[in-house]
């Protein structure tokens, strides 16, 4: 248990954790109980059900995982942020940060952690979340300064909205449209939409091209 030199407030953080994996929840909330000042106070398995968690329950902080049923994190983040804007979200996801860390924070998120970090990481990140502001870390911290000094120095798909890349990376790792559609719970008229937005931004002509895109800029792992 992290001592208490009163470094950080005495008022227990209220957390919610939203995962789609039970072993994950479980983890999480053993590990934070032990912790001086954290409570994990619910839990959810989707989007959807995130939603309703900031709803329900009077939190600082949620966990927000990305790959979840129905729902994902990165459609519920928008809405957690126009139902609860108190809440801090802090993504926790097992996608590098180069792939999804920007378009999350400029659409709300407190802050971004690979879910390889260390457990101490994530407490820090709570405490600073819970005080009001963002935790960045250095990966990002490189990211977000990139692209301030040039706008558009590693290709057009820094451009894209989450859901835009979101949809882009499932293409490029050869997923159908129809695939698509199913995991990220879509229609497939939504999803040809997007494809097509994807081909004039990204200048492809092919889903080859957007995988070759992909591969030119690190992007599929």
């Given amino acids: 248990m992290e001592p208490s030199g009163g470094a950080w407030p005495t008022r227990v953080i209220r957390v919610g ?21 954290i409570s994990v106070v619910a839990e959810a398995s ?13 939190l600082d902080v949620l966990l927000l995982d990305l790959d979840m049923p129905g729902q994902s994190g990165i459609d519920a983040l928008t809405m957690i942020k126009a139902k609860a804007e108190n809440v801090g979200v802090l ?17 709300g998120a407190s802050g971004y952690l690979n879910k390889s970090c260390e457990p101490s990481e ?7 979340v819970a005080e009001g502001s963002r935790y960045i870390t250095s990966v990002v911290a490189e990211l977000l300064a990139t692209q301030m000094v040039s706008p558009s120095p590693g290709g057009a798909h820094e451009q894209l909205s989450a859901r835009e890349l979101q949809v882009f990376l ?12 199913a995991e990220l719970s879509l229609s497939a008229k939504t999803v040809s939409t997007y494809r097509a937005r994807l081909m004039r931004k990204l200048e492809a002509h092919s889903n080859s091209d957007l995988t070759y895109y992909a591969l030119k800029h690190r992007l599929l792992d």
């Fill in 91 to 107: 993504v926790l996801s097992g996608y590098p940060e180069h792939q999804y860390a920007v378009p999350l924070i400029r659409n």
């Fill in 17 to 37: 954790i939203a995962d789609d994996h039970p072993i994950t929840r479980t983890a999480l909330r053993c590990y934070l109980e032990e912790q001086e000042g």
């Fill in 170 to 181: 499932k293409l490029a790792q050869g997923c159908t449209p129809g695939e698509v559609a």
């Fill in 122 to 128: 994530i407490t820090t990140a709570i405490r600073r």
């Fill in 46 to 58: 989707s989007g959807r059900e995130a939603i309703d968690l900031v709803r329900m329950h009077a």
